[in-house]
């Protein structure tokens, strides 16, 4: 069993950034984040494997949120820049068994409980 946890998120003006951070109880292979805003279904923003390649298929972040991950640490990260609006959510940290990573939430195994981030105008 993997334990996530995650921290870092809160308000921000637009404009703005933040760095999630996930501690995991073990380690992991493949590694994600989600999000979800309310009334909207869980969506994909970035994964990584264990050697540090990323998986970025989200248009709407793409050159702005970056993943990264400290495997000595067990720690992966997200920072996010140039904050917007439609960035308000509750992020979650995701890890599955496999050894790759996946844009699908129902690919992953172990879920975090969530961080929220707000983005005021």
């Known amino acids: 069993q993997v334990h996530l946890v995650e921290s870092g998120g809160g308000l921000v003006q637009a404009g703005g950034s933040l760095e999630l951070s996930c501690a995991h109880s073990?380690?992991?292979?493949?590694m994600a984040w989600f999000r979800q805003a309310p009334g909207r279904e869980r969506e994909f923003v970035e994964a990584?494997?264990?050697?540090?390649?990323?998986?970025s298929y989200q248009d709407s972040v793409k050159g702005r949120f970056t993943i990264s991950r400290d495997n000595g640490k067990k720690t992966v990260y997200l920072q996010l820049n140039s904050l917007k609006p439609e960035d308000t959510a509750v992020y979650y940290c995701?890890?599955?068994?496999?050894?790759?990573?996946?844009?699908?939430?129902?690919?992953?195994?172990?879920w975090g409980q969530g961080t929220q981030v707000t983005v005021s105008l």
């Open positions: 073990e380690w992991t292979s493949a």
């Open positions: 995701a890890a599955r068994n496999g050894v790759l990573a996946r844009a699908q939430a129902e690919e992953y195994d172990y």
């Open positions: 990584i494997n264990w050697s540090g390649e990323r998986s």
